[in-house]
């Protein structure tokens, strides 16, 4: 038996997984009666059922969200957690790369909360009407939404199946750092442009959002954060952790650096997801919603200020750069 | 206002209660529906305090087809603009007064200070403010009557309904209720009456008849 | 909070169906208290073997014969503690003494003039202390062997046998204080010696630290080949093997936990589906005052997070009471062997909150899972049907 699978936290995961699983199922369920049925012009008892059912499916989605959330973060602590198991690794990044399945489970998984919070948008956008014009459309994307969740499950099983403790895996210095002078920058970008790239950007998904330029958003919006994941984890995270050679997106997560990962990834999600949540309502549906707007600013803001300010501070203390 | 055209209620495919009922009650208007029991005024009651879906036919109060809406919106309207006066009163026995009337303000608010004195406003308007913490199970009938009157009126509803509200009552708290009923006519609430009490007569109001599921003038 | 209509209403409706919530929340209460109670007693033994190993020397050199441990000649001591990079060599004396045969404590033998590896000895070595073992033939005592010794009549000294059939006799110098010393005694290094039995040029084992962390592979490949018969072992090591010990005990009582709790899911769903004539009532007149299915719901769902916070407060007060001031009794020996048991004589009260959280996480998702359908099915009552 796989010793992994014995982890008090890796149990418990899966658990909540599987609850997640069942939730997902009940709702999938009536999504598919929903799309096959619905008609909010029929008096017919079987669409008075379905409009009670549709509540309770809206309910489970909603819950649906608001566990995953947790679950995601769960995921990331159990992962870094689990490296005092896992021989060579020294973080959450050589647990993660043990084997194939890891990176897409984590990339699936962040996904996933994308496609819940835009579907938890339509929901309220759909609500708002007396007539539920986009039931279906909203059942439709659920169905959709629940095939990711089998993916995650995939992978999920996958990943903790094949995770061995005997089988030494890298740390992140040789994960992430450059051998042998290798650029390991997108583009063939060095440092200098990609900051310049990062701010650039920011200044650009920043603007569009004042000024509501949606498509500029969504074109805009991936790219940024394409490029500040690439400036976190070779550039910001230097200052975080003070070591120009220490180069991980994970090791900001655990506690010599007061948990900060946490703040600074969870930050840019929300502000990327909202802002692309943002357009994609001005674009297909003609509502600009200051909320959202405002939220995903403010994430944003926070978190170019953060990672900024680890690098002027680094400036004050030392009176260099890195 | 309240226009109603060809509604029909059937409970199964050969049992109708309202058969093809069409009639309009204007702002501030007294309606008195008589007719024995059984004859279908409850149901028509239920469907006005948009309890109760049509078979068919439409129903527009203040001009929202409410027959339409989902519930969701069907019930915020209800709390806007509705109250029932139920022949039993339907008040959660084991609680206060004023819980009673918190639940209802509760549909459309969160907040305590904000309802505090909208529930206050309602018990004086039904005379029964001096009764506020006193738990229903220990009221009279008529009492109990004052307060689902008051609930029914805490959230400024426009439109009042009642069904056989004298039936539980002895004489002298029916007389009671009918000045209670003016004076909230005189508020211009509209009202509408369903009742086989002979006590109602007196009172000058519009009058239709309901027998086998029609309505008469 | 006070000024919320639903909160008020969440408790007044809690209060209206107290006897049914009441059934539920003993129930929950009893299954988290359970699961607390062990989370408690796993992260605080853990803890405890964590800053018991940190306090430990970094490496323990041991020698092999017929593949078992066996006395050291000093010169091995001698090389070791001339290798570059070693700091705070000790040649230990440190064994085992039976005073029967179901009952034995750690006998470590210290020179107070010599640098100790173990930093815990030097917090426990004052100057009187240090006067006396250089001087007479004292011991200092875990509480669990002064309560052998107590036991057995010995007020303040002790009588042992050596290995010879002589009999020593040692006085008592004072009570050893602190978690993971229960067990132990230590006296002068040449008395231990003697009663032991090693001979004057010989040590236990050596026990030596390597500042340097970048160095450990290396020294530890250096050592390795001076001796064939030498067995190093660090401080990772073991920490690795007692958390793996742990782990699996714990992640074995977790998965029999889990199946209880899926007993109990089971049981939150039928106890949930039962819906009163007076709970549909009360429902229909809120549906018949404008509330919308989904605000019912999610009062019905408000009513389940009260009871989910009360059964979590209570079970982690009870916990922490039982765990802590009771000192676990029947539930630690899960995980305490009889060996162990000895080491430890109380819990430090150390708690992991990541643990607890996972745990609300868990149990709250459990929870709501298996009410919603009835949640759902109760909050679409009709309010004509009660008319």
Not at chain 1, 77 to 102: Q, R, T
Not at chain 1, 110 to 128: A, E, K, S, T, V
Not at chain 2, 132 to 147: H, P, W
Request: charged share 15%.
């Amino acid at each position: 038996m796989n010793k992994i699978l014995l982890n008090q936290k890796v149990i418990i995961y899966l658990s909540i997984e599987t609850l997640l699983l069942l939730l997902a199922t009940i709702a999938f369920f009536i999504a598919f009666k929903i799309v096959k049925n619905w008609d909010i012009n029929s008096f017919t008892p079987n669409q008075f059922t379905l409009e009670r059912e549709n509540y309770l499916f809206i309910t489970l989605v909603q819950m649906l969200l608001f566990f995953s959330i947790f679950d995601t973060i769960y995921f990331i602590y159990v992962i870094d957690k689990l490296h005092l198991f896992i021989p060579g690794a020294m973080c959450a990044a050589g647990v993660i790369n043990a084997n194939s399945f890891g990176v897409p489970l984590l990339l699936l998984k962040l996904f996933f909360i994308f496609l819940l919070l835009l579907w938890q948008n339509i929901n309220i956008l759909d609500l708002r009407e007396k007539t539920f014009p986009y039931t279906k459309i909203k059942a439709s994307f659920f169905i959709i939404i629940f095939l990711a969740l089998i993916a995650i499950i995939y992978f999920d099983i996958n990943y903790f199946f094949h995770l061995k403790t005997n089988l030494p895996v890298s740390c992140c210095s040789t994960l992430y750092g450059q051998l042998e002078g290798q650029n390991p920058l997108p583009f063939n970008l060095d440092t200098k442009l990609l900051l310049i790239l990062f701010y650039l950007l920011f200044i650009v998904v920043f603007g569009a959002l004042i000024g509501e330029v949606a498509f500029l958003i969504l074109l805009a919006t991936p790219l940024f954060l394409y490029i500040a994941y690439y400036s976190v984890t070779y550039f910001f995270g230097t200052y975080i952790y003070e070591l120009p050679t220490h180069k991980c997106p994970f090791c900001m997560f655990q506690k010599e650096y007061y948990y900060i990962g946490y703040l600074i990834w969870g930050s840019l999600f929300l502000g990327t997801f909202f802002a692309l949540i943002w357009a994609i309502d001005a674009l297909l549906f003609k509502i600009w919603q200051k909320k959202l707007k405002l939220i995903a600013q403010i994430s944003l803001f926070l978190f170019v200020i953060i990672c900024s300010s680890y690098v002027a501070f680094y400036y004050f203390k030392n009176g260099v750069f890195l | 206002m309240i226009d109603i055209q060809n509604l029909t209620k059937k409970v199964q495919p050969n049992q109708t209660i309202l058969d093809n009922i069409s009639f309009r009650v204007k702002k501030g208007e007294l309606v008195i529906v008589k007719g024995v029991s059984g004859s279908g005024k409850t149901t028509l009651l239920s469907i006005l305090a948009t309890l109760d879906k049509p078979t068919s036919g439409k129903v527009l109060i203040n001009n929202q087809a409410v027959h339409k809406l989902p519930d969701l919106h069907l019930s915020l309207f209800r709390a806007q603009h509705i109250g029932f006066v139920a022949q039993h009163f339907n008040l959660i026995e084991h609680l206060s007064v004023y819980d009673n009337l918190l639940i209802a303000k509760g549909a459309l608010t969160n907040s305590i200070k904000e309802a505090k004195s909208d529930i206050t406003k309602a018990l004086k308007q039904a005379n029964i403010l001096h009764k506020k913490d006193a738990i229903v199970k220990n009221l009279s009938g008529g009492e109990k009557q004052r307060t689902a009157i008051a609930r029914a009126l805490v959230n400024c509803a426009d439109i009042l309904l009642f069904d056989e509200p004298t039936a539980a009552l002895d004489s002298k708290n029916s007389q009671t209720f009918l000045e209670l009923l003016q004076n909230l006519h005189k508020m211009q609430k509209t009202i509408i009456v369903a009742t086989h009490d002979p006590i109602f007569d007196t009172l000058k109001a519009k009058t239709f008849i309901m027998q086998d599921g029609k309505l008469y003038e | 909070m006070r000024d919320s209509i639903f909160f008020q209403l969440i408790l007044i409706n809690f209060f209206s169906n107290f006897k049914k919530h009441l059934v539920t929340i003993l129930f929950s209460t009893l299954l988290l208290f359970l699961l607390t109670a062990t989370l408690f007693i796993s992260d605080s033994i853990q803890f405890m073997l964590k800053s018991e190993l940190n306090a430990q020397s970094d490496f323990v050199a041991k020698r092999v014969l017929g593949g078992d441990f066996v006395p050291m000649p000093k010169s091995y001591f001698e090389k070791i503690q001339n290798t570059i990079g070693i700091s705070e060599a000790n040649c230990r004396v440190i064994g085992r003494y039976f005073f029967d045969k179901s009952y034995w404590a750690l006998i470590i033998g210290i020179d107070p003039l010599e640098p100790q590896s173990q930093k815990i000895l030097e917090k426990i070595l004052d100057k009187k202390s240090a006067k006396a073992l250089l001087t007479q033939k004292v011991m200092l005592i875990g509480k669990g062997v002064q309560e052998y010794l107590q036991k057995h009549y010995f007020q303040n000294f002790y009588s042992f046998f050596t290995l010879k059939g002589k009999i020593i006799k040692v006085k008592v110098l004072k009570m050893l204080q602190g978690f993971g010393l229960n067990n132990i005694i230590l006296m002068p290094k040449n008395l231990a010696r003697e009663i032991l039995g090693l001979l004057p040029n010989q040590c236990s084992d050596v026990a030596f630290n390597v500042p340097n962390k970048k160095e450990w592979n290396n020294i530890t490949n250096k050592i390795e080949g001076y001796y064939f018969d030498i067995m190093l072992f660090n401080k990772d090591e073991l920490l690795k093997a007692y958390s793996d010990v742990f782990n699996f005990k714990g992640g074995f009582f977790l998965s029999l936990y889990l199946s209880s709790f899926l007993a109990f899911i089971l049981f939150l769903y039928t106890q949930y589906s039962f819906i009163s004539s007076f709970e549909k009532r009360q429902i229909a007149i809120y549906r018949l005052l404008g509330w919308s299915i989904k605000r019912v719901l999610w009062l019905k769902l408000l009513e389940i997070v009260l009871i989910i916070f009360i059964s979590f407060t209570l079970a982690f007060v009870l916990a922490y009471f039982f765990v802590f001031s009771l000192n676990a009794p029947i539930l630690k020996l899960i995980f305490l062997g009889s060996d162990n048991l000895k080491i430890f004589s109380s819990f430090y009260p150390y708690i992991d909150f990541s643990t607890l959280f996972s745990i609300f996480l868990l149990f709250s998702l459990g929870f709501f899972t298996a009410t919603i359908l009835p949640l759902w099915r109760a909050a679409i009552s009709e309010a004509k049907e009660v008319l």
